[in-house]
């Protein structure tokens, strides 16, 4: 079967090899051959290479990427050069009272697939940035004093 047969089926029915500890997938599982899509690698050559995978289909490796990704948000001390640093590597993608979020999406939220995005702030003296990425829309409603999502 062909990446792009694949790509068409619901993510129930694809298989993949995973590293929880690292937190990604290593390979789809080709049906017809149950060896892995990009590399052909047999489940024996996966566990050398990896000995904790786990095999999983996509819909149950995207609930629990999603359970670790969107944990509580808190604000932790940072320094100005942290955050002279995250505004001044490129253009942010939003600023907000004091606020930013660095440009380039730290990576994207496996249960939406919107990006997700490191961001700082200024409180007077205070420099703190978020404990973990988040998205535009978190980041609004943060920087609003509203309660995310």
Not at 46 to 58: D, R, S, Y
Request: hydrophobic share 40%; net charge negative.
């Amino acid at each position: 079967m062909t990446y792009t047969e694949m790509s068409k089926m619901a993510p129930a029915d694809i298989r993949v090899w995973a590293d929880l500890d690292a937190g990604h997938v290593i390979d789809m599982i080709d049906p017809d051959t149950d060896c892995t899509v990009i590399n052909g690698k047999d489940a024996d050559q996966v566990l050398a290479e990896t000995p904790h995978a786990v095999e999983l289909t996509l819909a149950a490796f995207l609930r629990w990427k999603a359970s670790k990704q969107n944990t509580p948000l808190v604000w932790i001390e940072s320094d100005e050069e942290a955050y002279d640093w995250g505004l001044g590597c490129m253009m942010p993608a939003a600023m907000l009272r004091g606020g930013f979020l660095v440009g380039e999406p730290s990576d994207h939220c496996a249960a939406t697939g919107l990006p997700r995005f490191q961001a700082y702030r200024r409180r007077g003296d205070e420099y703190q940035a978020a404990s973990r990425p988040m998205t535009h829309r978190e980041f609004i409603r943060e920087m609003q004093g509203e309660v995310a999502a």
